[in-house]
């Protein structure tokens, strides 16, 4: 039996309920895996509150790391006893132990301990998607990267501090804003207090940035237009403040022919040896010392409605942990 939180309704971190629930035998394709530690994420409240709906009851979470304990029929890439870490879907990771499909299972160097390989995966991935396969972007070209002091964005700004490119952050307080120039980033805006496109239009002197990299959504969409350089691109990669409005297709043109792009991890990963891939390329960083993972705050499972109240409420800084 293992520990699992699921929720029956979508709604507020009080539909968290831990129940105790099978977990059964890999089929072909698939591994049991048993967690060291699950990582929390920010799509994690998406789909407990129903901006992404899904099936209910379902168990949440989709970052985790473990040792395997049994692989299923034509696994090749993973044995018994393997380190490992995901960022895989269907959601089910705020559990002790699962059977999963196993493409997106990787092995996780023994030199990354199960915490960093639960708190990286998702957000390191994401980190690199967004800055080796989403649009070229080369040493001492300009970033705007929003949240920069959250789990994804404190990757980011490692990431982009050991490839050269310039990073401008913003974050919601000042001690955030340190956080994140401690982490390699250039310049950090507070946000709530300061004028930030204004601000960033001074830091690039009335140029603007090659490319935004924007997951705060409604409160920052337009702004985050407004900050680019002609022919400039905007990735549009999340709702943290709730989904961007529609907008008029025109107004790229308007602003200066900008592009813009909506991407999700999961289409990244989808294949398994681009996954793996990947995944060797986030290992490189973090084993290189380029990218140290911070996990700043860490829940019992039991805890999870705790853990997503904090990330909700702007509380977190780097990464969080459900410990198992
Ligand atoms: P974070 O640790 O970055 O937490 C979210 C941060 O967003 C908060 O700490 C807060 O930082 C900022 N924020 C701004 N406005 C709000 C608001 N109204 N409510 C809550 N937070 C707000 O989370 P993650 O690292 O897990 O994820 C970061 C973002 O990246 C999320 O939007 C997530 O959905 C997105 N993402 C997208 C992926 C994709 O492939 N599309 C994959 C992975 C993540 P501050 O106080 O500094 O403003």
């Not at 379902?58 to 960022?87: F, N, P």
């Amino acid at each position: 039996m293992a520990k699992t939180a699921i929720i029956e309704a979508h709604g507020g971190p009080e539909q968290f309920k831990i129940i105790d629930r099978e977990v059964g035998a890999p089929g072909p394709g698939e591994i049991r895996i048993r967690h060291k530690a699950v990582g929390l994420n920010f799509i994690d409240c998406y789909q407990r509150s129903g901006l992404y709906p899904m099936t209910l009851p379902h168990a949440l979470g989709m970052e985790a790391s473990g040792v395997i304990e049994a692989v299923g029929e034509g696994v090749t890439h993973l044995k018994v006893g393997d380190r490992a870490a995901y960022a895989a879907q269907p959601p089910g990771a705020y559990t002790e132990e699962r059977v999963m499909p196993a493409a997106q299972v990787c092995p996780l160097p023994d030199a990354i301990s199960f915490e960093d390989g639960a708190a990286m995966m998702l957000k390191g991935l994401t980190v690199q998607y967004l800055f080796r396969r989403t649009t070229p972007i080369a040493a001492g070209d300009t970033v705007l990267f929003h949240a920069a002091a959250g789990g994804v964005g404190l990757i980011a700004c490692q990431w982009a501090k050991s490839d050269g490119i310039r990073l401008i952050g913003t974050a919601g307080t000042e001690a955030k804003c340190q956080l994140a120039l401690d982490h390699g980033a250039d310049a950090c805006i507070n946000y709530r207090d300061e004028d930030w496109v204004a601000r960033l239009r001074d830091l690039t002197d009335g140029k603007g940035v090659d490319v935004v990299m924007d997951a705060v959504g409604a409160d920052t969409f337009e702004g985050s237009l407004d900050s680019l350089r002609p022919l400039g691109f905007m990735i549009s990669f999340g709702n943290a403040s709730g989904p961007v409005p529609p907008f008029a297709v025109a107004t790229l043109g308007a602003k200066g022919s900008l592009k813009i792009t909506r991407p999700t991890l999961f289409t990244h990963i989808a294949d398994h040896e681009t996954c793996q891939q990947m995944a060797r390329d986030l290992f490189e960083k973090v084993t290189a010392g380029d990218v140290k993972i911070r996990i700043d705050q860490r829940f019992p499972l039991e805890d999870v409605a705790e853990a997503h109240r904090a990330l909700e409420a702007r509380k977190t800084t780097g990464s969080t942990i459900l410990t198992v």
